[in-house]
């Protein structure tokens, strides 16, 4: 059996994070650089994908270092660091961060900043707009309407900034619903 090991993040920050935990750039750059030590080596939902479909291999001890969220500590800090080791990252994008009015616009990298991950390597997957907490949303949505607003307007949103359709998607919300995943 093979277990790749997947992180998950949504960026640096030196004053905030979950519980007062910030992740700094410090703690980032030496968690990766145990796994460089170690011999992984990232793959993207690309290779998983022709590997399980039995098209491509896996280097010997794969990992995925997955990002929620456009940060602008993606194009700044997180990059480097990865790419310092010989990584590049999986990016999941909500895309109302974008929108000058949203409260975190002032943190979001900009569309030409997400195309430069794009030509650096990273892979690019679809994270709702509004970033709703999927299975709530489910629950008050009974019809699907609102759902698929969030999943299609993303997906849109991606293909004209980016000229990419995703194919990944990765979910919202703190909690797991089969109905909404279905």
Request: net charge negative.
């Amino acid at each position: 059996m093979t277990r790749i090991p997947i992180t998950m993040c949504h960026g640096l920050s030196e004053d905030r994070g979950p519980a007062d935990f910030p992740l700094t750039a410090e703690h980032f750059e030496t968690l990766v650089a145990i796994a460089s030590e170690m011999g992984f080596a990232s793959i993207d939902y690309d290779d998983l994908d022709a590997w399980r479909n039995d098209n491509g291999l896996l280097p010997d001890r794969p990992i995925m270092f997955d990002f929620d969220h456009p940060e602008k500590s993606m194009r700044h800090g997180v990059h480097q660091i990865l790419q310092q080791h010989g990584h590049s990252g999986n990016l999941f994008i909500n895309t109302n961060w974008f929108d000058p009015e949203s409260p975190r616009h002032d943190h979001t990298m900009t569309w030409d900043e997400v195309h430069e991950l794009v030509d650096l390597g990273w892979h690019i997957g679809a994270h709702t707009v509004t970033h709703p907490n999927l299975s709530e949303l489910t629950a008050d949505d009974p019809d699907g309407s609102k759902l698929a607003w969030e999943l299609e307007t993303c997906d849109a949103t991606l293909n004209r900034e980016l000229g990419i359709v995703p194919k990944d998607f990765a979910f919202t919300g703190t909690s797991w619903s089969s109905e909404a995943e279905r």
